[in-house]
């Protein structure tokens, strides 16, 4: 055992031994001070928090010597708040409205006098937290309820100023799309990660909504946007999910919402259809349905909550149709495309949920919750929306997930009026099994027309689980943890500990050898064959990853300020046990060893800040947070499975027009029409990557974030606050993929013509430069090593950004909240690896380039404009006479990236090279071409999306409490036509729109309680 490992274990064994312990994980507190009319402070006052809320009714505690006191573990509802000394009045402070992880400030002034006298304020709830430097937006259910949408996860995309979707083409008017749950990012940091009882939901690969949470089950939302505590595992936005309870009364909600094309009107102009759009509709399909029921099964000692929800969402794809000619052959494999102008592209989502949890006051101070969520999902059209090539549907693929199933569990133990003892655990269980589009059978082909940036026939994007035409792949995420809380006015202390182990994968279920149909695909241009390529199918793996964290911090109060002091460690590891992949076409039977620590990461994270109430007044806010977060891991970095090359490409020439390659593929030579393997470690057992030392292990070596801010928060009126904040984000522990095999000056350089075309900058025929290729001797060699980037050059990323937000609540029952967000990412990767200069631009914010960096002037330092990044979102609920309510929802956000690729032939190039290009080593005709990138990234955009959307309610009352409410939703009211994805290849398609979206659309809806 190494040092390092002895001092970590000592430090991780020391946090556990602290009397230590704070705040619990999905609670609000109330804190502080009681003094009498001198302003001398009163220890031994008893102060008692009562609420509803509460099952156990009230919690209470004493103050400490200095006057202070801390009430924490309080779920979110409306408290009061009673002070009781003898010798003293009693001072009851009533209307506290307490939020998931917010700190009210409640301070009293006892008098001295009988003890029967009762002095009761009741004022506005506290809007500032003067204590905790997280910065946070909450989403009460009454609000998710009132604002335009169904009340679920979707809708805080729109009303967050910062986000930013991480696929733009998901962004839907309605807020239908269910896959933008957490799908964005604020700040420039990690996507955002829901979180429900204290633990981090996210899974490997489930990026496109495999989870769709059911608004029923929220008692409220809280995203957590800044000041990240030790107690996350990761940065970024966390997006708190807290469940709803049963209660002593039998209570339910029913709710029902639809659109349809048919309430929808058109927004193709002119403008739209010489960008070659027709007037196709945005929305084909949707409708959310569900219901929930609770109650108490023993009054005030079990209650129950369940809910179930259907939804269905079918969006179309403007631009995109299904291929007319898909059932006719004409070669073995190969159909052509002609767009069937009557069947438009569209997704296609079902979202189910089963939820049911039991609330258990076990004793007066032990209480325990169990809830299990059941989502037999599918996205049977999944890949129709991402990001790359644009993909006809029957280049998609239905993604079934079942079972699909979410226990957790948690317990909470309020030992003394100062300690609280907690702990929780969780399992995700996520199965995925691909299949193909109906009409694509196993012996279609993928062909990839690179005149229009688009593929059709079949499925052919990647090994990975999302990549093929059929895989099944199981994930299963186990987790626990347990904390200690100390509180005792001055010092609000926490230790605690966490554990999760990943598995993902199943060999036995991935044999398939048509995973890629016939484990090939084709590109074409113009028509004609260009480049064949083989697969190494089937394909699957196997591999674990076990996480153990330990963390503390700290709230220490000193004078007005209130230190947050907090440290995270974590020791991950991944391995994979012996692989064995059957044979297939191209590739005979790989049997892998099993393998350990790969990686094996020790992060230690500080997570530190301030916050200090500027006048005393509990009023006004100066916060300062800084924090380190490592990546949260969730794949094998070595695994061998992952690492050997998937595929390999060669030029066609396809001489005799019979659209078959009639040359030997398993043969890596130039033969027939055929050139040489682009990978000619294609099939062997050894892996073509693998991974430097630096690159599987380490003391924070891990990629990771920085993440910190200041903020001013402010109360300018009783219940209407103000925040202004600066924002900062940067990234480490980059990693880039170096070809031992090539060095730079394999490369030779050549130049291009830039097409004459005004919409391109510098578009006049102007030379571009700073292409290179690499030699024929060098093509096809691979020797792979990623290792860091910090051993070749300087690799930066780095958001700064400033958002100034206004939220209040109004007397009459009135809610805004909206903001202002100016910010942008630089990068910088301005070093050489092998090519010194690339056609291809790619960026990442998982810590490993996709490609060589390089220094192509434009593509390696990114600037985006400031107006790139500008964007205003707010929303406002009013309520009307007679039972009326409105709401608006109005979003100013950018439009999207333009790009320019230019496809370029062999024989534009050779004559600078004096050579072919040196792909086509050894043909006898070399009909290659490379992609060449003709406008830097981050510098040409679409006009700014604007959207506004409004909501008329009617409430109906009865009796008991019954409460009927109709809702009428009104999006886009300007009747919008923003593109959301254009063709970005250039040619006669150049710029033509294939998304944008919806029109105004009209959702009728209507909601039970009672």
Not at 437 to 444: F, K, R
Not at 740 to 759: G, K, S
Not at 767 to 794: H, M, W
Not at 882 to 897: C, K, R, T
Request: one cysteine or more; glycine letters at 10%.
């Amino acid at each position: 055992m190494t040092l390092r490992r002895i001092v970590g274990g000592l430090v991780a064994c020391g946090l556990l031994t602290l009397p230590v312990p704070g705040w619990a994980q999905q609670a609000g507190s109330i804190a502080g001070a009681a003094r009498d009319t001198s302003g001398a402070v009163l220890p031994g006052v008893t102060v008692e928090a009562a609420s509803p809320a509460l099952i156990e009714k009230v919690r209470t505690v004493v103050t400490n010597s200095q006057g202070l006191y801390v009430i924490v573990d309080l779920r979110p509802g409306t408290y009061t708040v009673t002070f009781t000394l003898p010798g003293f009045t009693t001072f009851r402070r009533e209307g506290i409205e307490l939020t998931t992880g917010f700190t009210a400030t409640v301070n009293a002034e006892l008098r001295l006098g009988a003890v029967e006298e009762t002095i009761t304020v009741t004022g506005e709830a506290p809007l500032v937290d003067t204590q905790n430097i997280r910065q946070q937006t909450q989403l009460s259910r009454e609000i998710l309820t009132s604002i335009p949408g169904t009340g679920r996860l979707p809708a805080l995309y729109t009303v967050l100023p910062a986000a930013i979707l991480n696929v733009p083409t998901a962004y839907s008017v309605g807020g239908v799309n269910e896959r933008v749950a957490a799908n964005y990012s604020l700040h420039g940091a990690p996507s955002a990660s829901p979180v429900i009882e204290g633990m981090n939901h996210i899974s490997a690969g489930l990026t496109q909504g495999v989870v769709v949470y059911n608004q029923l089950t929220f008692q409220e939302v809280v995203v957590e946007t800044s000041g990240i505590g030790a107690d996350r595992d990761s940065g970024g936005a966390q997006v708190n999910i807290v469940p709803r309870e049963g209660s002593n009364r039998l209570s339910g909600t029913f709710e029902f919402a639809y659109a349809g094309p048919d309430l929808e009107s058109s927004n193709i102009s002119d403008e739209l259809a010489a960008r070659g759009l027709r007037p196709t509709g945005g929305l084909k399909k949707f409708f959310d349905t569900g219901g929930a029921f609770g109650g108490p099964i023993k009054r005030d000692r079990l209650w129950f909550f369940g809910a179930v929800r259907s939804g269905v969402t079918q969006q179309f794809q403007q631009g995109n149709y299904y291929n007319r000619l898909q059932g006719t052959f004409i070669a073995p494999g190969v159909v052509a495309y002609e767009p069937d102008l009557s069947r438009p592209s569209f997704t296609d989502e079902t979202a189910r949920d089963f939820t049911l949890r039991l609330t258990w006051q076990a004793a007066q101070k032990h209480k325990i919750a169990v809830q299990s969520s059941f989502q037999p999902n599918c996205n049977c059209l999944f890949g129709l929306l991402n990001p790359g090539i644009i993909p006809a549907p029957e280049s998609t693929g239905q993604h079934h997930y079942n079972p699909n199933v979410m226990p957790v569990a948690s317990w909470t133990y309020v030992a003394t009026n100062r300690l609280l003892i907690e702990g929780g655990g969780s399992a995700n269980i996520h199965h995925q099994t691909s299949k193909r589009i109906p009409g694509v059978t196993p012996e279609h082909i993928q062909i990839t027309e690179q005149s229009l940036n688009f593929k059709y026939g079949a499925r052919a994007n990647s090994l990975a689980v999302g990549g093929s035409s059929t895989s099944h792949n199981p994930r299963r995420i186990y987790q626990g943890r347990f904390a200690v809380s100390y509180v005792t006015g001055t010092h609000n202390f926490k230790a605690g500990f966490g554990i999760r182990r990943f598995e993902e994968g199943n060999l036995d279920k991935n044999k398939d050898p048509n995973q890629i149909n016939q484990a090939r695909d084709y590109t074409f241009l113009n028509g004609r064959p260009r480049f064949v390529r083989i697969w190494a199918v089937p394909h699957g793996f196997e591999e674990s990853i076990r996480d153990v964290s330990f963390y503390a911090q700290d709230q220490w109060a000193v004078g007005r300020a209130t230190l947050n002091l907090g440290v995270r460690y974590n020791d991950v590891v991944g391995w994979t046990p012996e692989q064995v992949i059957v044979a297939g076409p191209f590739v005979p039977e790989r049997r892998l060893a099993p393998l350990t620590n790969v990686p094996h990461w020790r992060n230690l994270d500080p997570r530190l800040g301030v916050a200090y109430d500027l006048f005393g007044t509990g009023r006004t806010a100066l916060k300062a947070s800084l924090g380190r977060y490592a990546d949260r891991l969730v794949s094998v970095a070595e695994n061998p499975a992952r690492n050997m090359a998937p595929n390999t490409q060669r030029t066609w020439n396809d001489a005799n027009g019979n659209l078959i390659p009639d040359c030997d593929l398993r043969n890596s030579r130039p033969n027939g029409e055929c050139g040489a393997w682009s990978d000619l470690n294609f099939g062997q057992q050894q892996p073509g990557t693998r991974n430097a030392e630096d690159a599987l292990e380490g003391f924070n070596k891990q990629f990771y974030s920085w993440q910190g801010s200041v903020a001013v928060q402010h109360e300018l009126r009783p219940n209407v606050g103000l925040n202004v904040a600066y924002y900062r984000t940067w990234y480490g522990g980059f990693l880039v993929t170096d070809n031992l095999a090539l060095t730079p000056a394999d490369y030779d350089e050549f130049c291009i013509t830039v097409p004459v075309d005004n919409r391109l900058p510098g578009g006049r025929g102007d030379q571009l430069c700073g292409l290179y290729d690499l030699r024929p001797e060098k093509f096809g060699l691979i020797d792979n090593l990623v290792t860091r980037a910090s051993n070749y050059g300087k690799r930066t990323q780095v958001y700064d950004g400033v958002e100034a937000s206004l939220n209040g609540r109004l007397p009459q029952g009135s809610v805004f909240q909206g903001g202002f967000v100016m910010g942008r990412t630089v990068e910088d990767y301005c070093y050489v690896v092998d090519s010194p200069g690339l056609t291809t631009w790619s960026s990442t914010t998982t810590g490993q380039l996709s490609e060589d960096p390089h220094t192509r002037p434009g593509f390696c330092r990114v600037v985006p404009p400031w107006s790139s990044g500008m964007r205003f979102r707010g929303l406002w609920v009013q309520p009307l006479p007679w039972d009326l309510q409105a709401s608006v929802i109005y979003q100013n956000i950018p439009g999207i990236e333009r790009q320019a690729s230019l496809v370029v032939n062999n024989a534009a190039i050779a004559p600078q090279l004096g050579r072919n290009l040196g792909q086509c080593r050894g043909a006898a005709v070399c009909n290659a071409n490379v992609t060449v990138d003709l406008v830097p990234p981050q510098t040409m955009f679409e006009p700014r999306l604007q959207q506004l959307d409004l909501r008329f309610s009617r409430i109906f009352r009865g009796t008991g409490g019954l409460r009927v409410r109709g809702n009428l939703d009104v999006y886009n009211i300007f009747n919008a036509a923003s593109v959301l994805r254009a063709n970005g290849r250039f040619g006669a398609a150049w710029l033509n729109a294939v998304q944008v979206m919806g029109g105004r659309l009209v959702k009728i809806g209507a909601q039970l309680d009672f």
